[in-house]
């Protein structure tokens, strides 16, 4: 009986196995059983079998795919390789990026606190720079300040980048964008430098002495001195040239000065407020907003298109009325414009400006100017000349330049330069004519060269290298006479030969010192900004020129100005001034 009560478990059991492996319909019955400890067993034998075959079945396929990655390219391979690419890429960027930023930093530091300087010694020769223009401010720049007692005159006491001033006449960039304080320059040098705003009025070359004069509103009790010197550059520039031709000093604009291109900001906004006034006939209208341009250099060329740009991307969306009336014209005496760019880029303008609706009037010479209207001369088809009048609102007068009064009574004063007409006469080491300690750079000074902003620094330049040098050769030829003369009482043959051996070196040293040679301009190219977003380059490539035009070319022109600009300062400046225009639009309120 005990076995038989032992061996019922057990059937049932197997039953129960059997019928939960056999089919599904008493599996409800074999459940409901109580479960044993071998059911259990069976059950984890079971799970365990099929957890090592799906195992195996997974070492199988990942076997067979490896196999497959060794026999053929996997393309998550190359992906992989891709991605490093472009991940160093990545990482190189942001390393650029970074340096870049800490530079920037690190020169704005720079610019904000500067060390303090030494006091210059009186014992030394006092250096006049007159001027604070392209010429002089790349004088001072590169000039070791311990060597002179240096003192800079002018008027203006800050340094102007002309290249983008008719950018400011149409807001595309402030004014302050592209100034620079002499002092925050000056602040910077070694050796302190003495400035004095004010106008040089006379230079008294047989005293040896310049007059100045305060032309500022406030005045003290002292307006006017004078302040010697014993060496003298003069960098004073050029005035507009009117050849002469009545009204136009009394009704036209200039673009050479920050004034100026603010003066011309407001008489753009003038003419067209005052052409959509209350009942303003039609050909007034038409007269008011007839902006003309005297000069088809780069300065008139540059001012025309920055104005096309003002009126089609932000005038005619906020003052509609003048969409109809508003129109360009460029006058030019010559066959064309841009003379000093070759045939193709001058070409190229031409046809950019006609897709600009910009009128070029080439061969019109300009003979009166009314408040109104200018007289001028033109050349038909036929060869003849005519005259005829062109009504105008604005007037901008960007032709020549023009001698200084300074500039003229110097010139009389000295023998040598009776003959120059155009500026001062200087050598091929920038001396003036007649005079053995008188530099003249810049548009004062007539070198053979165009008076450009690239002639004249590099003219400073030059001048900072020589004066470095003269001061080198004073100082090696002053030890040479103390060490001759400490030659002669030596006490032995010994330590004459010792100071032999000195005057032998200093010698070598002089003779590299003196290697110098005279000025010798390199030009690096020319630039002008076309409208549209388009500009004209004209760059020395090897041994010959680069021409080209276009989008590229503008961008280039920026990046190029860009670069040029005296300060981290200007540089921050002049391209949150791009970006704001882009982003926002030029302003077109009045002031």
Same mark, same amino acid.
């Given at each position: 009986m005990a076995s038989q +009560?032992? $061996?019922? !478990?057990?059937? &049932?059991?197997?039953?129960?196995? =059997?019928?939960?492996?056999?089919?599904?319909?008493? /599996?409800?019955?074999?459940?409901?059983?109580?479960?044993?400890?071998?059911?259990?067993?069976?059950?984890?034998?079971?799970?365990?079998?099929?957890?090592?075959?799906?195992?195996?079945?997974?070492?199988?396929?990942?076997?067979?795919?490896?196999?497959? +990655?060794? $026999?053929? !390219?996997?393309? &998550?391979?190359?992906?992989?390789? =891709?991605?490093?690419?472009?991940?160093?890429?990545? /990482?190189?960027?942001?390393?650029?990026?970074?340096?870049?930023?800490?530079y920037t930093g690190y020169n704005i530091y720079q610019d904000r606190w500067p060390e303090e300087q030494h006091q210059p010694d009186p014992n030394k020769k006092t250096l006049v720079v007159l001027g604070t223009g392209w010429g002089s401010v790349s004088l001072l720049k590169k000039l070791d300040t311990e060597n002179y007692n240096v003192v800079v005159i002018s008027p203006r006491n800050y340094f102007l980048f002309?290249?983008?001033?008719?950018?400011?006449?149409?807001?595309?960039?402030?004014?302050?964008?592209?100034?620079?304080?002499?002092?925050?320059?000056?602040?910077?040098?070694?050796?302190?430098?003495?400035?004095?705003?004010?106008?040089?009025?006379?230079?008294?070359?047989?005293?040896?002495?310049?007059?100045?004069?305060?032309?500022?509103?406030?005045?003290?009790?002292?307006?006017?001195?004078?302040?010697?010197?014993?060496?003298?550059?003069?960098?004073?520039?050029?005035?507009?040239?009117?050849?002469?031709?009545?009204?136009?000093?009394?009704?036209?604009?200039?673009?050479?000065e920050v004034g100026d291109?603010?003066?011309?900001?407001?008489?753009?906004?003038?003419?067209?407020?005052?052409?959509?006034f209350k009942d303003q006939s039609p050909e007034e209208r038409k007269r008011l907003l007839h902006m003309v341009v005297v000069g088809g250099g780069p300065t008139g060329v540059e001012f025309a298109g920055e104005l096309q740009d003002f009126f089609e991307q932000d005038l005619k969306k906020w003052i509609p009325e003048i969409q109809d009336n508003f129109h360009v014209t460029l006058v030019e005496a010559l066959p064309s414009v841009l003379p000093m760019f070759s045939k193709s880029l001058?070409?190229?303008?031409?046809?950019?400006?006609?897709?600009?609706?910009?009128?070029?009037?080439?061969k019109t010479m300009v003979k009166n100017v009314t408040p109104t209207y200018i007289e001028a001369e033109f050349t038909d088809p036929s060869g003849k000349k005519q005259m005829e009048k062109i009504p105008y609102g604005l007037l901008?007068?960007?032709t020549g330049n023009a001698l200084r009064p300074l500039v003229k009574?110097?010139?009389?004063?000295?023998?040598?330069?009776?003959?120059?007409?155009?500026?001062?006469?200087?050598?091929?080491?920038?001396?003036?004519?007649?005079?053995?300690?008188?530099?003249?750079?810049?548009?004062?000074?007539?070198?053979?060269?165009?008076?450009t902003a690239q002639v004249a620094s590099q003219e400073g330049a030059f001048l900072a290298r020589l004066f470095n040098q003269m001061a080198k050769t004073e100082e090696i030829e002053g030890k040479l006479s103390a060490l001759s003369e400490e030659q002669g009482k030596a006490p032995n043959q010994e330590a004459r030969d010792k100071i032999f051996g000195e005057i032998k070196d200093l010698q070598k040293r002089l003779r590299?010192?003196?290697?110098?040679?005279?000025?010798?301009?390199?030009?690096?190219?020319?630039?002008?900004?076309?409208?549209?977003?388009?500009?004209?380059?004209?760059?020395?490539?090897?041994?010959?020129?680069?021409?080209?035009?276009?989008?590229?070319?503008?961008?280039?022109?920026?990046?190029?100005?860009?670069?040029?600009?005296?300060?981290?300062?200007?540089?921050?400046?002049?391209?949150?001034d791009w970006l704001k225009s882009y982003i926002f639009g030029r302003d077109v309120s009045r002031e």
């Open positions: +009560a032992a $061996a019922r !478990p057990l059937a &049932q059991v197997t039953a129960s196995i =059997g019928l939960k492996q056999g089919g599904g319909a008493l /599996r409800s019955f074999s459940t409901a059983q109580r479960t044993s400890p071998f059911q259990h067993a069976r059950s984890n034998a079971i799970r365990a079998a099929k957890n090592a075959q799906q195992q195996s079945v997974r070492l199988d396929r990942q076997q067979l795919r490896r196999g497959y +990655a060794d $026999a053929l !390219p996997s393309k &998550q391979q190359v992906k992989k390789k =891709g991605a490093g690419f472009f991940r160093w890429t990545w /990482r190189i960027t942001y390393v650029s990026l970074i340096g870049g930023l800490i002309t290249p983008l001033l008719p950018s400011c006449t149409t807001g595309t960039i402030e004014h302050r964008s592209i100034m620079e304080p002499i002092r925050n320059f000056l602040r910077h040098k070694h050796t302190s430098v003495k400035y004095y705003e004010a106008e040089a009025t006379k230079i008294d070359y047989e005293k040896r002495v310049v007059y100045i004069s305060d032309d500022s509103e406030i005045k003290g009790t002292v307006s006017s001195n004078e302040v010697p010197f014993d060496m003298l550059v003069v960098g004073v520039g050029a005035e507009n040239a009117t050849f002469g031709i009545p009204g136009v000093r009394e009704n036209s604009c200039f673009l050479k291109a603010q003066k011309i900001r407001k008489r753009i906004m003038d003419c067209c407020e005052t052409a959509t001058i070409d190229y303008t031409e046809k950019t400006f006609k897709e600009e609706t910009i009128e070029i009037r080439t901008v007068w960007a009574d110097l010139i009389n004063q000295i023998p040598a330069q009776k003959d120059s007409r155009r500026g001062l006469a200087v050598n091929e080491y920038l001396v003036v004519k007649g005079t053995d300690n008188v530099w003249a750079v810049g548009d004062c000074a007539v070198a053979n060269y165009a008076p590299r010192v003196k290697q110098m040679g005279p000025f010798e301009y390199s030009h690096q190219g020319s630039l002008a900004y076309i409208g549209s977003e388009k500009a004209v380059a004209d760059i020395s490539w090897l041994t010959g020129n680069l021409a080209s035009g276009g989008q590229l070319t503008y961008l280039f022109w920026r990046s190029a100005y860009l670069s040029m600009c005296f300060s981290t300062r200007n540089r921050v400046l002049v391209i949150m």
